[in-house]
Structure formats: structure tokens, C-alpha cells
């Protein structure tokens, strides 16, 4: 999988991590910060960002359905929401030159259902390939931290876990190291970032990694 976003001025940016790493916040002040430069930018959510895709989350997530699901059936509805969300949303969004921000994409689907749940890394990427179009991010922000400081966020953010949450620590634990040896083969396109650190520094450190490709970027 390795063909470039449809567009030569907007870019194609992803947030990887496991739970309660920071995704959410780090993309906010992203997202605050290409605005200021006058830049559009749109922030979508995997599983999610269609209608589609929201129906699939809820499914995967939060309904009381999706308890029985099997892991290969949670991979085809991890897929089928990226299907959408690439063809309805993200490709024309870039082809308008708005800037997109992926809460997630393909590495999840390698780590989460190829390390944690199991399943053959081949099919993975295959299905990877096929419901993203081959489309890669230009760059993936892992924001690494521990996972006993991830849940003890969310323990203090005080909200409730969902259905792919309520795993050992044990499961968490794989998801990082499967994301850290995913970051050391892609050092390119994978950047690791502490994200055991404030937020403005972990910020700073996105921007850091950032700005050879802002370099003349606009709206
Ligand atoms: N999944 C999958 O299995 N396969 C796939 O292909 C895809 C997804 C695409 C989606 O989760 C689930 O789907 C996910 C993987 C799976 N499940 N698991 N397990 P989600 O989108 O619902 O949630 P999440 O991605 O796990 O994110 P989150 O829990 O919402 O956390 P976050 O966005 O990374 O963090 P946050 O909300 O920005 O921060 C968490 C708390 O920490 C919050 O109270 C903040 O105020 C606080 N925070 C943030 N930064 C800091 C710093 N720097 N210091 C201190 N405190 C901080």
C-alpha cells in the first residue's frame, strides 16, 4: 500500500495510540493551529465519519449487539467504515484542498485485529489496502505513552469504557509494542512522539515534525 493522496496542497495526517494517549487533544490544537495559518482542515474519526461509518461505530463499540461479534467479523465492519469514510469524505476533501486529520486508520486495523486479536497479518493488509484505496497518510503522529498512564487518564477523565476497551492490560500492552515496531519500520511516515509529556510540549513536538511539509502550505 503506498500510493499518495490525491492532491498535491492538502495533506493527509493520522493520530495512532492506544486509548487515552492524547489523540483527541493533540488533534484540537493541531487543528486550532493550521486553521490560524488560514488553512481548511477536517478532523474524521475511524471507526465513524459518515453516517455509515457512525452506525458501524456504534455497533463495535456500544450496542449491546455487538458483544457476539467474532474477530473477523469486527475486522470487515473496522473495514467497511473506512470504505466510506475514504470514498464519501476523505478523497474529495483533499481533492478540495482541505487538509484531513484521521482520528485513526490502517495501523489500528494492524495492530488492533493483526496483533491483538490475532488474525493473519496478510489478510490484514490486503483488507487494508482494498478499503483505503491504497491511500496513506503523508504523516502518522504515535503518541506513545505507557499504557498504565493511558488508563489512569481515563480512569480520571471519569468516563465509562466501551466494548474494545474492556481488554487486560496484557491486550494493551501488544497494541504498543506492535505500534513502536510499526513506527521503526516506517520512520518515514510513522513519527513516535512522548506523549508522557504536557500537552503544549507534546504540541510542539507534532509541529516540530511537521513543518517541512508546511512550508509554503496554504488555504
Ligand atoms: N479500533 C480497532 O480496533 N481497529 C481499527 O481499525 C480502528 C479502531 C480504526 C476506537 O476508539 C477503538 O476502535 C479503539 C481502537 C479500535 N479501541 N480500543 N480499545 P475511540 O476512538 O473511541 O477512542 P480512543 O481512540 O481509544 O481514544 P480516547 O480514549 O478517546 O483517547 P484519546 O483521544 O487518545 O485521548 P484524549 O481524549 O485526548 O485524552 C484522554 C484524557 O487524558 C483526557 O482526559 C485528556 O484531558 C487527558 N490528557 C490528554 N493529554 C494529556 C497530557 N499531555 N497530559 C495529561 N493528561 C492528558
Not at 503523508?138 to 474492556?166: K, N, W
Amino acid at each position: 500500500m503506498s500510493s499518495a493522496p490525491p492532491s498535491t496542497a492538502a495533506l493527509l495526517l493520522s493520530f495512532e495510540g492506544t486509548e487515552g494517549c492524547g489523540k483527541s487533544t493533540q488533534i484540537r490544537l493541531l487543528q486550532e493551529y493550521l486553521i490560524a495559518k488560514g488553512l481548511r482542515v477536517e478532523v474524521l474519526r475511524e471507526p465513524g465519519g459518515t453516517s455509515v461509518g457512525e452506525a458501524i461505530r456504534h455497533l463495535l463499540q456500544h450496542a449491546r449487539e455487538g458483544e457476539g461479534l467474532v474477530a473477523e467479523a469486527e475486522l470487515l465492519l473496522f473495514a467497511a467504515s473506512r470504505a466510506q469514510l475514504i470514498r464519501e469524505r476523505v478523497v474529495p476533501l483533499l481533492r478540495q484542498g482541505v487538509w484531513v486529520i484521521l482520528d485513526r486508520y490502517v495501523d489500528s486495523t494492524t495492530v488492533y485485529q493483526g496483533i491483538g486479536r490475532g488474525l493473519p497479518q496478510q489478510t490484514i493488509e490486503n483488507l487494508n489496502a482494498f478499503a483505503s484505496d491504497g491511500l496513506l497518510p503523508h504523516l502518522t503522529f504515535l503518541l506513545d505513552l505507557e499504557v498504565t498512564r493511558a488508563s489512569a487518564r481515563i480512569e480520571q477523565s471519569g468516563r465509562s469504557l466501551d466494548r474494545m476497551e474492556r481488554q487486560p492490560q496484557s491486550f494493551f500492552e501488544a497494541i504498543r509494542a506492535g505500534y513502536l515496531h510499526l513506527a521503526e519500520t516506517q520512520p518515514q511516515r510513522i513519527r513516535r512522539i512522548n506523549a508522557d509529556q504536557p500537552r503544549e510540549q507534546v504540541h510542539s513536538e507534532i509541529l516540530q515534525h511537521l513543518s517541512p511539509h508546511l512550508h509554503g502550505a496554504s488555504a
